[in-house]
């Protein structure tokens, strides 16, 4: 009896063994080649997206990059069934100044386009990109306190017709009258929703022109979503923290 047993016990634990491999590998080809799971870590990107935010990305949106796999090994340059992103989508890339960290911002400038803001104002090739003032933003402070705060909010329309919500936390702010940025080929210019509070393509010592090669993937949708300050692991506090209405809505 005892050696059956311990035969049933040995093929019982291989069998786990190759079901936990199995899940391991189907995880990792998902989060290689079609979603990978990204949390929001700054405020760069209000009202759109807060602090707290979890969110799918999709991979396969602009094809891959070496920067697509695990630990980013130099295998190859370029991009393997590359598709450019969108005027107004909102993307995850590799800082160029520093590829070994993530950031969040909207695709706002194609290769060749000419981007400018004066006076808060977005111009693309010369043209004012239309903009309606909504309702301000009330809520946790976009500007950088830790104060419930009013923020002036705007409607932009880009020109291929994506419309978001920006947010202006002072007039005549730092960024709020730039040069003229040329976009080189293959390179995108991208810029957060909450303007003045957001390191993006307009500093170019710090961000500047994002390589499309850089690019891992588009946001789709938030899956979670938790109180800035809070944190997921306390999940007796889910009652009262996490952002129910955000769940499972989809990112534009």
């Known amino acids: 009896m005892s050696v059956t047993s311990g035969t049933k016990s040995e093929s019982g634990l291989g069998e786990t063994i190759r079901v936990v491999i199995h899940a391991l ?129 705007w409607k932009e329309t880009l020109p291929n017709g994506v419309s978001y919500e920006t947010l202006d936390c002072v007039d005549n702010g730092f960024y709020d009258n730039t040069i003229v940025y040329t976009v080189p080929p293959g390179h995108f210019f991208m810029m957060g929703d909450n303007r003045d509070n957001s390191t993006d393509s307009r500093v170019l010592s710090a961000v500047g022109y994002v390589p499309f090669e850089n690019i891992i993937g588009r946001a789709q949708m938030i899956f979670f979503s938790i109180a800035e300050g809070e944190h997921a692991w306390m999940f007796w506090r889910w009652p009262v923290a996490v952002r129910w209405n955000r769940l499972f809505t989809i990112v534009r």
């Open 25 to 153: 590998l189907i995880a990792l080809v998902i989060r290689t080649f079609l979603f990978q799971p990204f949390n929001i870590p700054s405020g760069s990107m209000k009202a759109t997206l807060l602090v707290g935010d979890y969110l799918f990305v999709s991979k396969y949106s602009y094809g891959y990059s070496h920067y697509s796999l695990p630990l980013s090994p130099p295998l190859f340059s370029g991009r393997i069934l590359g598709s450019e992103p969108s005027r107004g989508d909102i993307v995850v890339f590799r800082l160029p100044k520093d590829d070994s960290t993530d950031y969040i911002k909207r695709v706002i400038g194609l290769p060749g386009d000419r981007i400018q803001v004066k006076e808060g104002l977005l111009h693309i090739n010369d043209v004012a990109v239309k903009r309606e003032r909504l309702s301000d933003f009330i809520g946790e402070d976009p500007c950088g306190s830790e104060a419930t705060a009013r923020v002036k909010r």
